[in-house]
């Protein structure tokens, strides 16, 4: 009788940590990767949010220093006036080897903003799986999001939502909410902003793998 009951006490542990291994977690309960990172800079396109953006053609620009990152963030005020500007800043300071995540302000002109941030996933330095939210304690004020390097390309960027959802409860298999980057455009440069091709993008992913 005690053998069986102990056999049945380890046949329910190893049922929960297989649980607990592919139940996603919330961005709350999700472990960040170190900021402090060098394959982090550089510049990103955001193409894909959950829930689905408001704006469009969010870009961010990267700077990874000791002790540091220094973050640009730009983008249009909707989904259909696609003028770009740059509208967000953010130094966040580092603590070593934190895999917390930080509490990000993001500074526009006089305002602030201040948001949870985490990085889940980084896939062959190309893309970049993160979280956020503003209240702990309010799953609805959290969001997943994508960033890549190359631009928009859909198959990929479905790819990493799907293996994304089945890990972490801010994405859905299926549905992807695309971040418009296709029409973007800004002052300085004059006209649409460039978009990588399918087979460059996958070229150099393939390169990377």
């Known amino acids: ?3 069986s009951v102990l056999i049945s006490w380890a ?3 190893v049922i929960s940590a297989v649980l ?15 900021f402090n990172n060098a394959a ?10 959950n829930p ?3 704006v469009g053609c969010i870009s961010l620009d ?3 220093q000791s002790g540091y990152v220094q973050v640009n963030v730009s983008h249009s005020i909707s989904t259909t006036n696609l003028k770009t500007e740059p509208r967000e800043t953010a130094n966040i300071t580092l603590t070593a080897g934190s895999t917390a995540g930080y509490n990000v302000s993001f500074l526009e002109g006089q305002d602030t903003s201040y948001k949870f941030v985490k990085v889940l996933q980084l896939i062959n330095n190309t893309y970049l799986v993160g979280c956020s939210y503003t209240n702990a304690s309010d799953a609805s004020t959290s969001a997943g999001f994508i960033l890549a390097k190359l631009g928009y390309n859909y198959t990929l960027t479905e790819k990493v939502n799907n293996d994304a959802a089945s890990l972490y409860t801010n994405f859905q298999s299926g549905t992807v909410n695309n971040v418009t980057q296709t029409g973007c455009f800004s002052n ?5 902003l460039p978009m990588i091709t399918l087979f460059l993008t996958i070229a150099l992913l393939l390169i990377k793998a």
């Open 1 to 3: 009788m005690c053998k």
């Open 11 to 13: 046949f329910l542990a």
């Open 20 to 34: 607990a291994q592919t139940t996603p977690q919330t961005c709350l309960q999700a472990t960040s990767l170190d």
């Open 40 to 49: 982090f800079n550089g510049s990103w396109f955001e193409v894909a949010r």
């Open 52 to 54: 689905a953006p408001s």
């Open 62 to 64: 990267v700077n990874v």
């Open 188 to 192: 300085s440069a004059g006209q649409t």
